[in-house]
């Protein structure tokens, strides 16, 4: 169990973090280059979001921008990210500082960048503990050693001596990790935590990072490139195609009914777990156009199957809702006259006993489609003429792919799926 007690708040059900239209630009040659443009996510307490994406998608700058360590000069940051309702957007380095660490901590794909290797791994927790709370030295150490203990660092109290370069990737990430949680944040941001690791050693870190919703209470946005590890470990997807939300939605749905042809095309290149193995796998042909080259309309038209003349135009396609809709109910009492008055000290009164008193034209009742997917296209009927200029990449020559063929869930979510 962790050193201290959690400080999220388990029964609150305000999300933790809200970002909505996060557009980051950078400038270049005189004008300004959109890298990140209108993400929106929002990230549960004790959730895991994964966010997924080739690699030059935007996803680390999505999560640098959101830690404010974005320090280029002239780069734009617009949007909103409410974190327990603090806004991060434009927030003053003091305060971001003062966030960083102790509310919220990021994981780095190589632990060497994090870690200085003039000092011991564990001198450097102490030191990042002792810049937030009032600890001695030894309270400081004594936290440090419980912490490593806890990530499966093996003699902990020794390892804490070492250098960063006397230790294995594996134990490394690991002290990273502790480093991370230290101070027990609410929000763990895990930038490809797992790719420099091999197979084992990725499983059992992913493994402790599941574990960090019940043991420390923190939710976690982990960015990886990996769609294995999303099923594996994400309660939620959001896949990002250069710089922009593809799709998104709770993983098992996204999974089992993919409505972007990114998303169906990145499931079908996880190799198969059981059943026969696939000569080739199919690959996604091409690659995503550089930020400067990224077309106004949808930015996966030059690689897509079902690009049609109707994908091109700008802006980008919206958000639809996609997959199977959760249906909700909601009731609105129209006559509050009717509303008996109920002593709201009186503990004995079941809560019920108001509603009781209510004639059924007190209530307006509305029947909505909460969207729980969420896809940047919707598919043109099949045969739809292809845009001149544009061709059709997938298909090998007389073999004809249809909708069904490319949109069929994955026969497994194993790990190790296609290394982007
Ligand atoms: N400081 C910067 N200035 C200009 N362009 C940048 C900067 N940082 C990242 N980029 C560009 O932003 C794009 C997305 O980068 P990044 O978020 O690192 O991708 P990834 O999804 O692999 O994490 C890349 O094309 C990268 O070259
Ligand atoms: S069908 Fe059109 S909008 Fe949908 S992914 Fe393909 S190119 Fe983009
Ligand atoms: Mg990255």
């Not at 990230?43 to 979001?49: A, F, Q, S």
């Not at 995503?288 to 079902?306: H, Q």
Request: aromatic letters at 4%; hydrophobic letters at 35%; glycine letters at 8%.
């Amino acid at each position: 169990m962790p050193a201290d007690t959690p400080r999220s708040n388990p029964t609150s059900s305000a999300p933790l973090l809200v970002v909505q239209d996060l557009c980051v630009s950078f400038p270049s040659r005189g004008r300004m280059i959109p890298i990140v443009e209108h993400v929106s996510f929002t990230l549960g307490e004790r959730d895991i979001l994964g966010l997924v994406g080739e690699s030059g998608s935007g996803k680390s700058v999505t999560a640098m921008a959101l830690m404010g360590l974005i320090d280029s000069p002239g780069v734009q940051i617009t949007g909103s990210a409410l974190f327990r309702g603090q806004e991060l957007v434009g927030l003053p380095q003091k305060q971001l500082r003062r966030l960083r660490g102790r509310e919220i901590a990021m994981i780095f794909q190589d632990p060497m960048t994090a870690f200085t290797p003039v000092y011991t791994i564990g001198w450097q927790i102490d030191e990042q503990i002792r810049a937030h709370e009032r600890l001695s030295r030894k309270q400081a150490r004594a936290r440090t050693v419980s912490l490593l203990a806890e990530m499966g660092v093996p003699d902990p109290a020794r390892t804490a001596d070492r250098y960063p370069h006397q230790l294995s990737g594996g134990l490394r990430q690991r002290a990273m990790i502790a480093m991370a949680l230290s101070c027990n944040p609410s929000l763990l941001i895990a930038d490809e935590p797992t790719t420099a690791l091999d197979v084992t050693v990725q499983a059992q870190i992913l493994e402790l990072i599941r574990s960090l919703r019940s043991t420390y209470g923190s939710s976690v946005l982990l960015i990886t490139h990996d769609m294995g590890v999303v099923a594996e470990t994400c309660d939620t997807t959001l896949v990002l195609y250069s710089g922009r939300v593809a799709e998104t939605g709770p993983t098992e749905a996204l999974f089992a009914h993919p409505g972007h042809p990114y998303t169906a095309a990145l499931l079908a290149s996880i190799p198969p777990l059981d059943g026969p193995r696939p000569h080739r796998l199919p690959a996604i042909a091409g690659a995503p156009p550089a930020p400067l080259e990224r077309p106004a309309g949808c930015a996966f038209a030059p690689r897509c199957t079902y690009v049609h003349a109707s994908c091109l135009p700008a802006p980008p396609p919206p958000l639809v809702p996609t997959g199977s809709d959760t249906m909700i109910v909601q009731r609105t009492v129209t006559d509050t006259s009717s509303l008996e008055s109920v002593d709201p000290t009186d503990q004995t009164r079941p809560c019920t006993t108001t509603h009781n008193t209510l004639t059924e034209q007190s209530f307006s009742e509305t029947t909505i489609s909460r969207p729980t997917q969420l896809s940047a296209c919707v598919l043109p009927a099949e045969g739809t003429p292809l845009p001149p200029g544009l061709k059709n990449t997938v298909p090998a020559p007389g073999e004809a792919v249809t909708t069904t063929q490319i949109l069929s869930p994955p026969t497994s979510s194993a790990s190790g799926g296609p290394q982007l």
